[in-house]
């Protein structure tokens, strides 16, 4: 037996690693002492990330309560893997930090379904995002278990990451291939893979005092274990990649990087990511570029490369103005060169030895709780795009559904503000964007007014001001503005509402709580956000209740990605109607009295299918 002995909070802690059957008596021994006191915490350590490939490795499993840490070889087989499994099965209550990672582990690699995992799991993952959902970056404590713990647990909380490093180094590896590549007897390795779990342990008693205090509801607590173990389930069924298609659409967008980047290197950009040389490109051909960054230099970023190429920021023409054809060519290079590493790269590098690809689902990814896609990041792709979502299809003999929501960011503002008006236009199945453009313009209005009162909606929601909504609609600021006063005298309820969400944060230390008790924390300069904050919160979850709706309905097997307001699917083709109206009644139901409705979209093979591809 090797043992490691350790301080947390100034108390001896023990890591425990067995080498023969006598040892794992004794780790059996504490096993159900343990298990009698209270839940076990349980964490694996692994060859990487990437769960699917099919170089991935399970290294070890630990098992740990406040005291006692238990790092079980599995790597090694035999005893020590049938322990490990066997020990899994028994628990009655496991504790792990960032669960669904874990339980696709243990479900790939140590045949352990999730199903069989995640009812008796608590996530302290999740408890820390419910007391404050913050990252480092925005003034929160993170949700990584080594920030957590020194918060929590100890100030002096010990991370031996810099240690690892050190011997990765020492063994010629990098962080990447440090992981795979150090021996399973290494004792920094061993010391690192017991913490993890001892940390774990302390760590959820005083998480759950802290949400105790806070009020916060153990309903929502539930809810989200729920949603996360959904999004699980999705990740590890993933989606048919067409290789073929993916290959090609890798060549063609390094093709098209490089031709765009020689029509920009005609105007004298030899580099089209340096400003200095966009700037002296632009000025010497009679642009005025007024936007500063805060250092003072010239900004040529994404907003002024569109407003010069005549887009707006989701690519769509404007029409206000003659494209510049640097910015054009600027803006198709960069495109293609970003597309082909985030996307057609990404998708040949993950996919797995069936040919699927497991994007990475995160159910608790920004403050409001919103949901991500990430590995690659689908939910950067326009609304407008089939070229990427072409390289993912149903599976064989299956078509494609899509399940959107209609309006929901405006059906949840007119609810949550009581928006009376607003309210009337839902009931009454009008398109609430030309029944404000009629209202704020009258009855002739036009595609730029509905373009207009659209934009302004948005804004509303997500929290642009005059000039981002001018940005976005292509309209002159001083027509915005007009807008934006017709647009607040027509619903006064909206500015009521956020001047009052925002006394009320004042009230609670600058925290918001949204409609089903999420705490969403304000930053002081920027509590005009408090809008965007409690409809993006609202619409999340308006999405997670459909996700479990869906469940219910026996449908949770069809589900591949939940995306921005989306439910992608793949379905027999011969029952695709009767399913897709399915789906429609999951995510159709009143929000305080506003319709949230929901039409699915039938298509071809691939998810691109919908958006115009040909198959």
């Not at 008796?120 to 404590?141: F, H, K, S």
């Not at 990649?241 to 029509?263: E, G």
């Not at 149903?394 to 929901?408: E, K, Q, R």
């Not at 964007?433 to 595609?447: C, E, Q, S």
Request: glycine content about 8%; charged content about 25%; some cysteine.
């Amino acid at each position: 037996m090797k043992v490691f002995r350790y301080e947390i909070a100034s108390e001896p802690v023990t890591v425990h690693v067995p080498e023969t059957t006598n040892d794992l008596d004794e780790f059996w021994e504490w096993f159900y002492q343990a298990r009698g006191r209270g839940p076990i915490a349980v964490d694996t350590e692994t060859t990487g990330l990437d769960v699917f490939s099919s170089t991935f490795r399970l290294r070890t499993v630990q098992f740990g309560d406040a005291h006692d840490a238990w790092v079980l070889p599995y790597e090694r087989g035999g005893y020590f893997a049938s322990s490990a499994r066997d020990a899994l099965a028994r628990a009655r209550h496991i504790l792990i930090h960032n669960a669904p990672y874990d339980w696709l582990v243990l479900d790939r690699h140590a045949g352990i379904p999730l199903e069989d995992l995640a009812p008796w799991t608590t996530d302290t993952r999740v408890l820390a995002a419910l007391i404050d959902p913050r990252q480092p970056q925005e003034g929160g404590i993170g949700t990584g278990l080594k920030p957590l713990s020194a918060y929590w647990v100890d100030p002096a909380s010990p991370d031996t990451q810099a240690g690892l490093t050190a011997v990765f180094r020492s063994l010629g590896l990098t962080k990447e291939t440090g992981w795979a590549g150090i021996p399973l007897e290494d004792p920094t390795f061993l010391l690192y893979a017991g913490l993890d779990v001892l940390l774990t342990a302390r760590l959820e008693p005083k998480l759950r005092r802290e949400l105790a205090r806070l009020g916060v509801r153990p309903e929502l607590v539930t809810y989200e274990h729920e949603i996360a173990r959904l999004c699980a389930h999705m990740q590890r069924t993933g989606l048919v990649l067409d290789l073929d298609y993916t290959h090609q659409l890798d060549r063609r967008l390094r093709d098209d990087a490089q031709q765009y980047a020689d029509q920009a290197a005609r105007y004298g950009v030899t580099n089209v990511n340096s400003t200095a040389q966009l700037a002296e490109a632009f000025v010497g051909m009679g642009e005025t570029l007024t936007e500063r960054t805060d250092s003072g230099a010239v900004k040529v970023d994404k907003a002024v490369l569109s407003r010069l190429a005549d887009l707006s920021l989701q690519g769509e023409p404007l029409d206000t103005r003659t494209p510049n054809p640097l910015a054009v060519a600027v803006l198709r290079s960069k495109r293609a060169g970003k597309w082909g590493k985030a996307y057609a790269r990404t998708f040949l590098d993950t996919v797995d030895a069936a040919g699927r690809v497991h994007p990475f689902i995160s159910p608790l990814a920004a403050r409001t709780g919103r949901m991500s896609i990430t590995r690659p990041a689908l939910q950067t792709l326009p609304s407008s795009d089939a070229m990427i979502r072409r390289c993912l299809l149903a599976d064989d003999g299956h078509v494609v559904i899509s399940t959107d929501f209609s309006a929901v960011e405006m059906r949840v503002l007119a609810a949550l503000a009581d928006v009376r008006r607003m309210k009337e236009a839902i009931s009454g199945g009008e398109d609430l964007h030309d029944f404000t453009a009629r209202l704020v313009f009258g009855r002739n209005f036009t595609k730029a007014h509905r373009k207009l009162a659209k934009a302004i909606g948005f804004g509303k929601v997500y929290g642009g001001g005059a000039q981002t909504i001018s940005r976005q609609s292509g309209a002159p600021i001083e027509d915005v503005q007009r807008a934006l006063r017709a647009y607040d005298k027509l619903y006064p309820e909206i500015r009521r509402a956020a001047s009052r969400w925002q006394r009320e944060a004042f009230q609670t230390g600058m925290v918001s709580i949204s409609a089903t008790g999420r705490r969403l924390p304000l930053d002081r300069d920027r509590t005009y956000a408090v809008t965007n904050y409690m409809c993006q919160s609202a619409a999340r979850d308006v999405l997670g209740q459909s996700m479990l709706n869906t469940e219910s309905a026996g449908l949770l097997e069809y589900c591949r990605l939940p995306i921005h307001d989306e439910l992608l699917a793949s379905v027999p083709k011969k029952e695709a109607e009767e399913i897709a109206r399915e789906f429609e009644k999951c995510m159709t139901w009143p929000l305080y009295g506003v319709p949230i409705e929901a039409e699915a979209e039938i298509g071809g093979r691939s998810w691109g299918s919908l958006y115009g591809a040909d198959y």
